[in-house]
């Protein structure tokens, strides 16, 4: 019987039987954590980009657990989230019913993937047994004022009826209905993860991640070291703060900006200005983040009537407001000088602002303003001839003497919103009590479950807030009539410590044993896409640290290793998509081939972290080569009893030779995820049985040999074709329990070759010499033989001329 999808389901049956793939809690020396970034359980089949993730992670795994190591990999679903929820308002069908029969279904895909999932350890982010501690570590946070409330402007879906986290708008529009997002001023929940922004960065070069992956969370970060300065407000006691990384420009300050969303734009606006500055705050808050960022945008802006004193100079300026300056960052505020910064210079002039240069270029080049860069400093007092790099050091420290600056290092990183004004997501434990004000659901009251009877087609209120038996309820305090927070928290919460729960994903007590899991964790490997860099990942190592420094566990980053698959795209060459009609389904595939060959294909036919287009020349080239091996296996079989030989010669050195290579190569390219030249080394050694199998006699123990390793290190990329492939062979059930193959170094080049010696142009006799010997070991070679002795006796060498790997011509005299 050849390979087919029974040969899958023939093993799936017996490793399940035999419970090959259960992870032994009792030995936790080689214990090695692999863990892929959990799915959402949508209700379509697996797609080739699961296959693609779990399916080569699974290899990655399958070969650790042959080296020895005691592989923990588990499996779960991200369960809550927008989808159901939308897909319930489409078809009335509750998210709850069709989140559970999506991951039913998962689960049975993913078992006959024939992955290595201990599924015991499974998690369920929308169980109430998981979320009671998602909703635990809400608590916790909140206690250690790491959680906490605030009214402030939110991203809002129109379309969605929903608030956005930052990360969701994508160049201003809904990253789900693409509608463009609003602004909406909602009392929410934060997670102070800006607690961690430095510390977030401190420990990114110690993680073995993907460089890429690094950048773009330290550009989230994004770090900005820098100064306050304040201004005096003319004719009020009050002052504003800039936050300005260039202190050097001080001089060159012609006007100051408030962002229109600024507390102290009451303060500065004289009446005069009142209503064109309330018409212009309206007007900005109708623009997206993003918008005011651009720097295509035309500048809009209008003055406020009001002036602010540059501290260095007493100089009067005006204030004006304008949507290029953040409410979010920094201080709201900011110094303008128009001669050194892009975006003051298009405002200043557009609205016919002063200009005035305060740094030239350092090596006196001319230069046309506005000039960015640092230089030297002009027409700034004492200062003047200083560098900028000094002079934003000395400016600083003489105002800091009279308390009008100080050094500052700003994030841009945001705290993380978590507030979400939806159904299908965990309830936020807190009650409301008009004497008690904000009190926090008792421990021993979680979790709050979520209602299953709740109409939730949006209106612009949560869902849960129109469950008059679940918002209703006492105050844990003082026993009145209390109200509950009717909002769910972000599904990126649930995601942010499920691979904390999966070692102890049964415990009733408390989320995990610390014990256990500073044993378990971090996870060892973690792979998963890359669109998760600056979001799940930073969230995950947040609330990591935030655990330890509460005291609940002991390490300090949950992801040692981090590998991001590449993507497959269509025979095309772009993205897979329905409307294209150019996605691959695996199913088609893997009842033809069997879910092997597909595997295969997608070990071979890629490089794992880049991804390419889809090819069926190349699914069926893989089909062609597993035929090869079966071949080949069948075929020593049948002759197991033939004649043998002991010999080892030429051709036996050349299948030890391939037969080591092929070993050093998988094992160190498919540990760096390298699976594609893996499996061409794995071709290379089935080519050299081939074709020493057309030998007459043969070795066939040695040939024994080669083909169990060749099964060995096929068998993480073709696990069920190998496992029966082992059984054809006779030997003991099952694959996975042998020891990977290990190479001889001695073995690793190829061994002699032949070289003729001529002497005056005419072959004389043969000489074997090391395949990489050099010229004069060659020439030695040729001059220790044996047979020089009689051809060189009584002759002078005149010169010995060596054509590498092919002849040496010694040029002799009488
Ligand atoms: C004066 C100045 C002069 C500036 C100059 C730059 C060049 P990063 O590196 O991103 O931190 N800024 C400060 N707060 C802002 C806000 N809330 N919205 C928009 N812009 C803001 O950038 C810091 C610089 O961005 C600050 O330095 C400030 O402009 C501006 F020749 O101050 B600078
Ligand atoms: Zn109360």
Redesign the pocket.
Known sequence: MAYSIETDRKWQQKWEETKLYKFDRSNLDKKLYCLEMFSYPSGANLHVGHWYNFGLTDSWARMKRMQGYNVFHPMGFDAFGLPAENYAIKTGIHPKDSTYKNIRTMEKQLREMGATYDWDYEVITCAPEYYKWTQWIFLQLYKHGLAYRKKAPVNWCPSCKTVLANEQVIDGACERCHTEVTKKDLTQWFFKITAYAQELLDFLPKLDWPEKTKKIQTNWI?R?E?AEIEFKIAGSDKTLK??????D?LY??TYVVL?PESELTDEVTTDEYREQVEEYREFARKQSEIER?STVKEKTGVFTGGYAINPVNDEKVPIWIAD??????????????P???E??YEFAKKFNLPIKRV?RSKDGSPDEL?F?EDGILVDSGEFSGMTSEQARIEIVKKLQKENMAEFKV?Y?LRDWLVSRQRYWGAPIPIIYCDDCGIVPVPEEDLPVELPYNVEFTPDGESPLAKCEEFMNTTCPKCGKPARRDPDTLDTFVCSSWYFLRYPDNHNDREPFNREWINKMLPVDKYVGGAEHAAMHLLYARFITKALRDMGYLDFDEPFKSLVHQGTILGPDGSRMSKSKGNTISPDDYIREYGSDVFRLYLAFGFSYTEGGPWSDDGIKAISRFVNRVERLVEKFVAEKDGESSDSIGADEKELIFVQNTAIKGVTEDAEKFQFNTSVARIMELTNALYKYDALQVKNRKLMEEAIRNLLLLLAPFAPHFCEEMWEKMGYEYSIFNQKWPTYDPKALVRDTIEMAVQINGQVKYKIQVPQDADNKAVEEAALNDEKAAVYLKDKEIVKIIVVPKRLVNIVVKK
């Not at 800039?242 to 202190?247: H, K, L, N, P, S």
């Open positions: 994004g900005s820098g800039v936050f300005t990384t260039r202190a420009t060159g300050v962002a960022m290029y300056v953040l409410a979010g960052y920094g201080t709201g505020c900011v110094m303008a000088v001669a050194h910064d975006r003051d740094i506005p960015t700003n841009r």
